[in-house]
Structures are given as structure tokens and as C-alpha cells.
T-cell receptor
């Protein structure tokens, strides 16, 4: 989707290393989400944020951390505690937490272990 | 709690034939329902949504979906498939005005349209 930028497109992690995935939006949307996509498992919610300086754990938050210091940015850190980080990571935004608007997605970051 | 089931991992159709991708849902309340499409190494793109009203919803690229409350289904349809429709399709449900706007996604259905 235009207006949502994820970087890098590909990322490699060494054993014991933390890595940070970037998600930036210029849509001025309130809510931002991080999903993990594994083959055949659909999308699983890692963390979400409804407003600046506030975020909540999703269904699979262990081994991940986030921050929301600015409305347009919601970086995800994959820590060394995440033992199986290889996946496709998707960031999404939504205009308001309530309401019926769809989510808009970035083009993802593919993370692999070296 | 809310959940979505896409009972078919794969759907194969011939170009020009009608296609259906199935979705059933479970929510304790009124749902918002969505269909998204994903091409390889890309994010999901929104196709259409059901909020309320007419049970037949029309969306992008000639797709439509039929909401059936009694069967708790929201099947995606297209009268005439194109090879370019080949992609991964996701159904999603969100509970009306609650749950922090969180959506639950199905596991996806791979659609292959053969020439």
C-alpha cells in the first residue's frame, strides 16, 4: 500500500542478535499493528498500538518488543529470546481503532537466520 | 472470541469460469468482514468489506462476496476468473466497535487460475 514503508525488505539475524524492523506511515492513521506470517498459518498478531506512547501485546508477543514514540513510526525489535524468528513480518495501519475501515499493509520484511 | 475458517487451502479454476473462495466465521456479536489478496512477497491488499445492509458486497477487480448470517459465511466470488487473479486470499473478521479494532485472519486460500 502507498503510504506505508517497511524496511529493510530482507534481513538476516545472527545467533544472539537483536534486530529492528522499521514501519513508517504517512497516512496519519491512529492504529498500527505488527503481524507475523508463516506458510499455511495466516497472520498472527504480535503487537498493536492505538495511540502514541501506548501499545498492547498480541497473541504471540514473546521474544518481541515495540515502541510508539511518534504517530508515524512503530518499530519492531526481534530479540534473541525469539528462538524461531524466520518469517515474513507485516506492518498494518488502520484509521481508527473503532469503526469499519480496513487495514492497510506495508510490503513486509522477510527475516532469516544466518 | 472471534475466529475465521477458510476450509480450502487451494482452489483451482480455469480462466473464464466462475470462482468461489469460502470463508466461515465465529464471533459473539455483529461482525465486520473483510477480504484481502496477497501477491508473492507483497503485503495484503484490501478487496471488499461487509458492514451492514445488502448481503451482496461488490469490491475491487470484479470481486464480490455474499454475507450469510444464518450460515455465518462470507464467500468470495467472481463470475469470470482471470489468470492474473492467481494469488493468496485471506478472509478476516472484526467484532463491531470493540476489541481494540483487532482483526482475526483465516489461514488463507491459494487461488490458481489456469489458462
Amino acid at each position: 500500500d502507498g503510504g506505508i514503508t517497511q524496511s529493510p525488505k530482507y534481513l538476516f539475524r545472527k545467533e544472539g542478535q537483536n534486530v529492528t524492523l522499521s514501519c513508517e506511515q504517512n497516512l496519519n492513521h491512529d492504529a498500527m499493528y505488527w503481524y507475523r506470517q508463516d506458510p499455511g498459518q495466516g497472520l498472527r498478531l504480535i503487537y498493536y498500538s492505538q495511540i502514541v506512547n501506548d501499545f498492547q501485546k498480541g497473541d504471540i508477543a514473546e521474544g518481541y518488543s515495540v515502541s510508539r514514540e511518534k504517530k508515524e513510526s512503530f518499530p519492531l525489535t526481534v530479540t534473541s529470546a525469539q528462538k524461531n524468528p524466520t518469517a515474513f513480518y507485516l506492518c498494518a495501519v488502520q484509521s481508527r481503532v473503532e469503526g469499519n475501515q480496513p487495514q492497510h499493509f506495508g510490503d513486509g520484511t522477510r527475516l532469516s537466520i544466518l | 472470541a472471534q475466529s475465521v475458517a477458510q476450509p480450502e487451502d487451494q482452489v483451482n479454476v480455469a480462466e473464464g469460469n466462475p470462482l468461489t473462495v469460502k470463508c466461515t466465521y465465529s464471533v459473539s456479536g455483529n461482525p465486520y468482514l473483510f477480504w484481502y489478496v496477497q501477491y508473492p512477497n507483497r503485503g495484503l491488499q484490501f478487496l471488499l468489506k461487509y458492514i451492514t445492509g445488502d448481503n451482496l458486497v461488490k469490491g475491487s477487480y470484479g470481486f464480490e462476496a455474499e454475507f450469510n448470517k444464518s450460515q455465518t459465511s462470507f464467500h468470495l466470488k467472481k463470475p469470470s476468473a482471470l489468470v492474473s487473479d492467481s494469488a493468496l486470499y485471506f478472509c478476516a473478521v472484526r467484532l463491531f466497535n470493540t476489541n481494540a479494532g483487532k482483526s482475526t485472519f483465516g489461514d488463507g486460500t491459494t487461488l490458481t487460475v489456469k489458462p
